[in-house]
């Protein structure tokens, strides 16, 4: 079996192992089919924005049948445990065609977005993919993949993009992107040049702030 890279691996075990989590102890069969198909095309948007060849197609629907495994195992005392079961089978069966689609080309999306993170290529799969993650779990929208920037002629075309596109913008200032020495812009009402210490704090942050941000604009 091909083994993807280290990077994407952590994250895609990090958005499975939360997804799990954040299910209540009393969903619904209906609810928890719903989330775990759901979260298959997660792992595709996760899988298309760290660039992941075809290859770890296999891998990837591995680590989906693991997880709905754990989920059986949660489930397996309550009443309705065999409805549960069948709601995660339903969920397999529709799932596995879709994660076929792990590291194929798609149509690149547009539309408008709560955020777009910037970064540089060296942070993409250490900081900026596990951010972007935590950020879709908490409902916000994020452009990812279209904002990681090789040049500082890049970094700051994109920003002006992002912002006429966005609704919010982040540029991670990491240690690789100090190594880059680019002039570093300043921050602006709906720009910010955030410092990923901890991923829950930087997350938190976040949050709140494109939580104001939304509601001013009522999105």
């Known amino acids: 079996m091909f083994i993807p890279p280290q990077g994407f691996r952590h994250a895609a075990t990090l958005l499975l192992t939360n997804s799990i989590r954040s299910l209540p102890a009393h969903a619904s069969p209906a609810l928890v089919g ?3 198909e759901r979260l ?3 792992l595709i948007a996760l899988a298309h924005d ?3 060849p075809p290859q770890a197609a296999e891998w990837t629907a591995d680590e989906y049948r693991k ?14 445990a ?15 065609g879709i994660l076929d689609g792990i590291g194929k080309d798609r149509p690149t999306d ?9 970064y540089v290529p060296e942070d993409r799969l250490p900081v900026a993919a ?18 990681e920037v090789a040049t500082g002629v890049e970094m700051l075309a994109g920003i002006k993009r992002g912002i006429e596109q966005h609704r919010a913008g982040v540029l991670l200032n990491t240690a690789a992107l100090a190594r880059t020495a680019w002039t570093i812009p300043p921050a602006a009402d709906r720009f910010r040049v955030v410092q990923p210490a901890n991923l829950s704090a930087t997350v938190g942050d976040l949050s709140a702030w494109l939580a104001g941000i939304c509601r001013s604009k009522d999105c």
């Open 34 to 36: 719903e989330a775990l």
């Open 40 to 42: 298959a095309g997660d």
């Open 50 to 52: 760290t660039k992941v």
């Open 67 to 80: 997880t709905l495994d754990r989920v059986s195992q949660m489930f397996s005392q309550r009443a309705d």
């Open 82 to 96: 065999e409805d549960i079961l069948r709601a995660l089978e339903s969920a397999r069966l529709r799932c596995s």
């Open 110 to 118: 547009t539309g408008t977005r709560d955020l777009f993170l910037m």
């Open 130 to 147: 596990p951010i972007a993650i935590e950020l879709t779990k908490r409902r916000f929208t994020v452009a990812f993949s279209d904002y």
